[in-house]
């Protein structure tokens, strides 16, 4: 095995991660994978950049990937002068307001283009900007299967696919607050909704 080859792909669950792997694996690329975060979601920055510092002493890596920008990722591989490669997924990433950002050793790929001219002046050669994709062949696979009746009742011109994170607006968790704080809570997000 040529071990110029090897890659370390860095995971927390997201859905793009298994399609992504695949496509280095298509490309010949050995993908070494460190998983804890899918199952510790508290794990820290010290954990993480110790979990892949044990790979970067003990493998020759030819990068380290992960979807979305951790700035810690990018901090060990600056430090050991390997390649740090990310895809940011989502929209905002806060993470990418850090200074690591700037390394000489990343390679940012941001899938929102006004995201990437925002943030492409700071580290003009090393953040691209890379729409999202998928694998065809496994979407084809699901198609080829799908009734003209279906198709029909579930073909756009247009679609959307993907979350609008809901289930993370923090406004949610307030349930505790006392019933004038909880109203005016209320109203700071309908006067946001109005102006939309």
Known sequence: MNTKMKILVYRYGSICEPDVIQAFQSLGLT??????????KRLSSADRLLL????????????????????????????????Y???TVDSPVPELFAKSLCHHTNH????????HQYFAPYNPEHIHYLPLASC??????VISTVTGSDRRAYSADISFVGSLYGEKNPVHQLNALPD?????????VFAQDIWL
């Not at 979305?68 to 430090?79: D, G, Q, R």
């Not at 940012?108 to 995201?115: G, K, N, V």
């Not at 065809?136 to 696979?141: A, G, Y």
Request: charged share 25%; aromatic share 18%.
């Open 31 to 40: 993908v070494l994978e460190e998983k804890t975060e899918i199952t510790n």
């Open 85 to 87: 490669l990310c895809w």
């Open 180 to 188: 004038y704080a909880r109203g005016y809570m209320d109203a700071l």
């Open 136 to 141: 065809t062949q496994r979407f084809d696979r």
């Open 108 to 115: 940012i790929f941001l899938f929102d283009r006004a995201q």
């Open 52 to 83: 892949v510092e044990a790979y970067l002493k003990t493998e020759q890596l030819l990068f380290v990937f992960s979807i979305n920008f951790y700035p810690v990722l990018a901090e060990i591989c600056h430090i050991y002068q390997t390649r």
